[in-house]
């Protein structure tokens, strides 16, 4: 596995898992990778995607 570039200010991004809260329930988790210099989050992407 290659290390992720964060294409928005060019530092490692790292592995993330974020679950948000809307309206009291936990919504759907989502998997991917998180920049740490600047919050971008980048999803994985979703095979299924149509």
């Known amino acids: 596995m290659s290390r992720l570039i964060c294409?928005?200010?060019g530092s490692k991004?790292?592995?993330a898992?974020?679950?948000?809260?809307i309206d009291g329930k936990l919504s759907t988790p989502k998997i991917g990778h998180y920049c740490q210099a600047c919050t971008y989050f980048e999803p994985l992407k979703d095979?299924?995607?149509s």
Do not use: T
Not at 17 to 21: A, E, H, P, V
């Open 47 to 49: 095979d299924e995607s």
């Open 13 to 15: 991004m790292v592995s």
């Open 7 to 9: 294409p928005k200010c």
């Open 17 to 21: 898992y974020i679950q948000k809260r």
